[in-house]
């Protein structure tokens, strides 16, 4: 399955965006952020399928909780950051 992950800033905010998708009805799951993509040692992900990540992202401006960085895993397997 393709998915999107929404880079998170530290875990809470993680657990936060995931308690806000998961009342929005969208199924999200909390991870450390793979090397490939870390750019700062650190950082959390929030998966969610691809097709969700417009509602998530809604849901998210709605909560006030935008994301860091939101990337996409490409049927190669790369990760291909998104433009807000």
Not at 43 to 54: E, H, I
Not at 69 to 75: C, H, I, N, P
């Amino acid at each position: 399955m393709l998915y999107s992950l929404i880079v998170c800033r530290s875990l809470t905010y993680a657990q936060r965006t995931a308690a806000v998708l998961g009342r929005g009805g969208i199924t999200a799951t909390i991870f450390r952020s793979p090397r490939a993509i870390d750019q700062e040692g650190c950082s959390y992900c929030v998966r969610v399928a691809r097709q969700r990540l417009t509602d998530a992202l809604l849901l998210l401006g709605r909560a006030g909780l935008p994301p860091k960085r939101v990337l996409m895993l490409t049927q190669d397997g790369l990760y291909q950051e998104v433009v807000l």
